[in-house]
């Protein structure tokens, strides 16, 4: 008889993965960045383990967007007091803080649990090619 084998979380060896956003599309990287966070790449992907590889994303101002969402997407925040919501425009988040808006789709296609947020702590954003994360990656 032939068992799935189910990944332990000490024997997970992690990789670290560079993606080059420059002339890519948005919501192209954050799809590929959040598979490869769940580890859904790998043949050992276990559901309720973080077996996923770190990934570092560098020049994340220069990314392309499909169709007007640039103009026409808001981003809401509520403090949980009336009449608090804030509505902030992609393209303002886009030009100010990109390692946010980053951040903020992956969160959305990963687990909305203490699992997901682990994987999120994996993913390290950068608006330009500058990163200190060179010893980590291999070659």
């Known amino acids: 008889m032939k068992f799935t084998q189910m990944a332990k979380a000490n024997e997970i060896e992690r990789d670290w993965i560079v993606i080059d956003a420059t002339d890519k599309v948005f919501g192209r990287i954050i799809t590929e960045v959040a ?3 769940r580890g859904k790449n790998k043949p ?3 559901p309720h383990v973080d077996c996923g ?3 570092v994303i560098i020049n994340a101002s220069k990314a392309k967007f499909s169709g007007t969402k640039l103009e026409t997407k ?3 925040t509520h403090s949980g ?3 608090s919501t804030k509505t902030h425009k992609m ?5 100010n803080n990109p ?3 980053y951040k903020l789709s992956t ?3 990963l687990p909305k649990t203490t699992l997901g947020k682990a994987m999120l702590k994996k993913l390290k954003v950068y608006a330009d090619a500058e990163h200190p994360h060179t010893a980590q990656i291999k070659g």
């Not at 393209?91 to 030009?95: E, G, K, L, V």
């Open 35 to 37: 598979t490869i966070l």
């Open 44 to 46: 050992c992907y276990t």
């Open 53 to 55: 590889d770190y990934v």
């Open 74 to 76: 808001n981003y809401y």
């Open 81 to 83: 007091y009336f009449g």
């Open 91 to 95: 393209s303002d988040m886009f030009a």
């Open 99 to 101: 390692e946010k808006l």
């Open 107 to 109: 969160r959305g296609m």
